[in-house]
């Protein structure tokens, strides 16, 4: 269950279950681009059943397990569970303070020009990592995805709270790392200049059709690029 302005995310299971339901961001980092990014979660409540992580862009979103168990497919992402850092469900790091507490925090830093990922609990970082030195990372992680903060929860007493800067974080972010909230995200390639607003990736045309059923090719010019998906709609009758 997603609550609070889609930031706190409270699971629906029975404590026990064998299943960790899965939530990711609606932002991503993008691939192939530069910045540092910090970002915290804390655990509301527990069962002892939250693993905050990060997965990439060809992580299904209908999976359930833990980052130990769900990502040893073709799938990318990296996360904690009871004191290992597991990345694409392989463990990378070990022997650290699990952190699964109620309030809790955990913290993320990550450099997106060369994917080196820090993780921490309470203010210590894993590794003994120093992130503004780039020293100390749990993992690397691909360049060429697309990186969406995510956790899996269990049950109803397992609730997790997303800080991307929407409000002050509970330790400071390290120095050169910036909060992942839209004003500090590069800026969109769609709508930011004339030559590139959505006119140029977005646009509608309307034709008279031929009467008829023959299959006869038509050809469409005027919308300014060639489109990659149509939508056609009938103005005139109720045909679908």
Known sequence: MISQGNLQYTGTGAAGDAT????KSTIAIPANSTGKWYWETQIAATTARVSPGIVGSNFPG??????????TGNYAGAGPQNGI??????????????????NDYAMFAYDASTG????GVNGTWWNSGVPAA????????STT???FPAAFVQSSGDSIIFNFGQRPFQYTAPSGFKALVTQNLPTPAMGATATTRA???LNTL?????????????????????PDFVWQKNRTSTQD
Do not use: H, I, M, P
Request: charged share 10%; proline share 0%.
């Open 20 to 23: 960790y339901t899965f939530v």
């Open 62 to 71: 209908n999976q359930y397990g833990t980052f130990a168990s769900s990502l």
């Open 85 to 102: 850092f597991y990345k694409d469900g392989t463990s990378v790091l070990t022997g650290q303070t699990a952190g699964g507490a109620a």
């Open 116 to 119: 080196e990922l820090w993780y």
């Open 134 to 141: 780039g020293t100390g990372e749990v993992t690397t992680l």
């Open 145 to 147: 995805l697309d990186w």
């Open 199 to 201: 006119g140029k990736y």
């Open 206 to 226: 309307t034709w008279s059709g031929t009467g008829g059923s023959s299959g006869a090719t038509r050809s469409f010019t005027g919308l300014g690029f060639q």
